[in-house]
C-alpha cells in the first residue's frame, strides 16, 4: 500500500517561530499518527487523530502542539513556539484499512532543525 | 514503560551471513511489528506477529514471539548489502487503532 507524503522534507527555523508539518493522504484514511525521532534515538508517539478529533496523546504533546485537519485532506502538527529540543524527525503514519491489525504506514518524514 | 529494547544496538556481518535482532518488552501486547529504517528515512513496515503466534515468516523475514518471556526475535537469512540499515521492534498494546511502543532499534550492516 502506499506510504503518506509529507512536506516540506526539510524546515529550518529559529527558536520561538511557529511551524506547521504537513502530511497528505494518498486517498482517504481516517487515521493518521505523528511520531517523532531525536537524532539516534528512538520514535516517540506524539498524537492519533481520527475523524478530525485527537483520539490519543502523549505527555510529549503538550500544549505547544496542535493537529488538525483543516481542507479534510492534508492532516498538519503545528508547533506554536519552537524550542531547541524540538529538533527532530517528524513522522506522520495512518493506519492500515484493516484496524485490528494496527499496520502504520510512514511518509518519508520531516526533519525540523531549530537554531 | 512500555517501549523496548532491541540487541545488539549494532550488528556487522558479512553478505550471505544471516543476523538476529532481538527485542524486548515490558506489558502485555496485542501484537508486535518489526520496521525498517533507511538512514534518513522513513520507516517501512516489514512483518506483524500476533500475541497468540509464536512463529511468522515472510521471503526471507522470520519471526519469533514469546510472550512468556515478552521478547521477539527478527532473523534475516541470506543477507544482502541492500538489508543495511536500522530495524526497529514496535509493540500494541491492545486492538485497533492505537498507537505503537518502538524500540530502541538495531542498526545492522551488511558488508558486501
Known amino acids: 500500500e502506499p506510504e503518506v507524503t509529507q512536506t516540506p522534507s526539510h524546515q529550518v527555523t529559529q527558536m520561538g517561530q511557529e511551524v506547521i508539518l504537513r502530511c497528505v493522504p494518498i486517498?482517504?484514511?481516517?487515521?493518521f499518527y505523528w511520531y517523532r525521532q531525536i537524532l539516534g534515538q528512538k520514535v516517540e508517539f506524539l498524537v492519533s487523530f481520527y475523524n478530525n478529533e485527537i483520539s490519543e496523546k502523549s505527555e510529549i504533546f503538550d500544549d505547544q502542539f496542535s493537529v488538525e485537519r483543516p481542507d479534510g485532506s492534508n492532516f498538519t502538527l503545528k508547533i506554536r513556539s519552537t524550542k531547541l529540543e524540538d529538533s527532530a524527525m517528524y513522522f506522520c503514519?495512518?493506519?492500515?484499512?484493516?484496524?485490528?491489525?494496527?499496520?502504520?504506514?510512514f511518509g518519508p518524514g520531516t526533519r525540523l532543525t531549530v537554531l | 514503560s512500555q517501549q523496548g529494547e532491541e540487541d545488539p544496538q549494532a550488528l556487522s556481518i558479512q553478505e550471505g551471513e544471516n543476523a538476529t535482532m532481538n527485542c524486548s518488552y515490558k506489558t502485555s501486547i496485542n501484537n508486535l511489528q518489526w520496521y525498517r529504517q533507511n538512514s534518513g528515512r522513513g520507516l517501512v513496515h516489514l512483518i506483524l506477529i500476533r500475541s497468540n503466534e509464536r512463529e511468522k515468516h515472510s521471503g526471507r523475514l522470520r519471526v519469533t514471539l514469546d510472550t512468556s518471556k515478552k521478547s521477539s526475535s527478527l532473523l534475516i537469512t541470506a543477507s544482502r548489502a541492500a538489508d543495511t540499515a536500522s530495524y526497529f521492534c514496535a509493540t500494541a498494546v491492545r486492538t485497533g487503532a492505537n498507537n505503537l511502543f518502538f524500540g530502541t532499534g538495531t542498526r545492522l550492516t551488511v558488508i558486501p
Open positions: 486517498s482517504n484514511h481516517l487515521y
Open positions: 503514519a495512518r493506519l492500515n484499512e484493516d484496524r485490528d491489525r494496527n499496520e502504520q504506514f
